[in-house]
Structure formats: C-alpha cells, structure tokens
C-alpha cells in the first residue's frame, strides 16, 4: 500500500521497492523486539504495580481553565501604539477581573466538583462569544447602511474573542509535543460510541517528572512546576505571558490503576524506549557493519532536496 500510494516518488529518489519494505520490515521487527523483552509475558516484563508506581512517581493530574490574554498592537506610529496598549491593558484588566470572580466561586470546590465550575466557564465563554458576534453583525450593518458608494466595502472587524479563551476550555493547551508527556489523556473506557459523559473529559494527565531542564522552561512546563507545588482540591490562581488560569490540582493515585491499565502500550514505550535503544546500541557496537560511504556521499541532504524539488515541480498535485 505504501509503494501504491508513494512508488513514484521514492523511484524519483532512486529508492527501490525493495529497499522499502526492507524498511518497514526492520521497523515491525524491532517491535517486536520491543515487546520480547517488555510486553506481558516478555523476558523484563513491566508489572501492573511497576506501571502504577511510575505514574505515581512522576505525573501530575490537574484541570483548569483560562482567560487569554490581550497582546498590544506593534504599530510603528506611537499614538496607534498608545491607543493599542491602553485597550490590551483594558481587556486584560477585564480578563483578570473575570478570572478572580471564578476562583472566587471555586474555593472549597473539590478536584471532582471543579466540573460544575468548568461547565460555567463554557457557558461563559459560548455567551460572550454569542454578544460579540451579535456586537460584530450590528457594527457591519451600520456600516453598510452608512456606506456612500458601491465602492466602499469597508467593514468593522468582527470583536477578538481572545480576551476569554480558545475553544479548548477544559484545560490548558500543550506548547510542546514532547515525548516526556507521552501518554495521551485517552481513555479507552470512555467508549465514543456510548452516550454516557467521559468522567476525565476535563483533567490533564502529564509527566513532569522525566521531563529535563528544557522542557520544564517552555510554557507548559511551568504551569506543570506549578501544579506540582500545588495541594490537591484548592483551586489556585497562575498567570503567565499568555493567559490568566485557575489551576486545581487532584490526586493521581485516584485514577493511577485505571489510567496504567487504559494507556499500557504508551507507558510501555514511554518506561522503555530508552533502556530499549541503550540495548540496540550496545548489539550494534559488537557488529561488524561494513558501511557503504560512496553511497552514503551520492545521497547528500542536498540532492535529496533537489530531486524532491523537481519531483513537486513536476507532479504539482502531489
């Protein structure tokens, strides 16, 4: 299927079927590597318990919600710059205002019961949206109406929205994809062809603690060192360059036997991996691999690139 759909362009880097499925063979066969030595029944299986004690070792379970902020236009006139920054602080100001009147309502709301508050926010947020679109029509209309040619097509903007949140209420967005937060917060219990509600539909289940320096300073890491300094069922006020949030935090070791047994293949890769590779490397170091280095210098990134640019040249489609 993969030679079906792409032949062509691997042909036009002179890559053969052959050397395909070559590929893709060595690729299901350290898989299958993979789950001799730690899939169940494997030579250094991971136990039930092992799997439990990581997630209590190093994740984190939290929900939140957010009220983003405004950014400031970066005009280069200093008096549409002035008019920019007094309106961003304004929304901002508002944005805090709304925020605080939320972690008002949720002191004393437990983890669970932080749903009620969630449920809120959305609407919240579903109401505003609804004012500033009916705001952004009406603005339109007057303008159409006060329009004095045809070729006036000048229209009001319609409202930023951003002062509230994205559409992502539930919890606060990822700004990595890293592998250290592997597991993803997809239950397989939660069947999508059930009509009853996810339970976790509005939590967050992250790995912090094997993340490195790196990933602990980008955004998502601090509100995750937050978090993790944070006691359960106090929601808890967190601002950073993008947003105002409540934060509240819940206990992992509530959910930690469901959420193993529901992401057991994730966590596997994500226990493993790099014991598995450290075993692959050391395999490898005993080898005696001969290298084909005049082949290697034939396929520079260089003329990869160029025989893809002429491959899209001529296949515009593709």
């Not at 925020?99 to 809120?120: M, N, T, Y």
């Amino acid at each position: 299927s993969t030679w079906d759909s792409q032949g062509e362009f691997y042909e036009s880097e002179g890559i053969s079927k052959e050397s395909v499925k070559l590929a893709l063979k060595g690729s299901k066969m350290r898989e299958e590597l993979f789950d001799h030595y730690y899939a169940e029944g494997g030579e250094e299986a991971v136990s039930d318990d092992e799997m439990v004690k990581y997630l209590d070792d190093n994740y984190l379970r939290y929900k939140s919600i957010s009220f983003a902020k405004t950014k400031a236009s970066t005009d280069s006139s200093s008096s549409a710059t002035d008019s920019s920054t007094d309106s961003a602080d304004a929304a901002n100001e508002e944005a805090k205002a709304k925020r605080d009147e939320f972690l008002e309502k949720a002191q004393g709301v437990s983890f669970d019961d932080f749903d009620s508050i969630i449920d809120e926010y959305n609407d919240y947020v579903a109401s505003k949206k609804a004012s500033d679109s009916s705001s952004a029509a009406d603005s339109n209309s007057s303008a159409s109406d006060s329009s004095t040619t045809s070729d006036d097509t000048s229209s009001v903007a319609e409202s930023d929205t951003s002062s509230t949140a994205s559409d992502d209420t539930s919890s606060v967005s990822d700004s990595t994809a890293d592998s250290s937060t592997a597991a993803s917060d997809t239950d397989s219990s939660a069947d999508s062809s059930s009509s009853a509600p996810d339970p976790y539909a509005n939590e967050k289940m992250m790995n912090y603690g094997t993340m490195d320096d790196s990933q602990k300073d980008t955004a998502n890491g601090k509100i995750l060192k937050e978090v993790s300094g944070m006691s359960t069922d106090v929601a808890t006020a967190y601002e950073d360059d993008n947003a105002y949030y409540i934060l509240i935090k819940g206990d992992v070791k509530d959910r930690d036997t469901e959420y193993a047994k529901d992401n057991h293949e994730d966590l596997l890769k994500e226990m493993k991996s790099d014991e598995f590779q450290k075993k692959l490397t050391s395999w490898v170091e005993k080898l005696d691999i001969k290298v084909n280095n005049k082949a290697i210098k034939r396929y520079t990134p260089k003329v990869v690139y160029d025989k893809q640019t002429e491959y899209y040249s001529k296949n515009n489609n593709s």
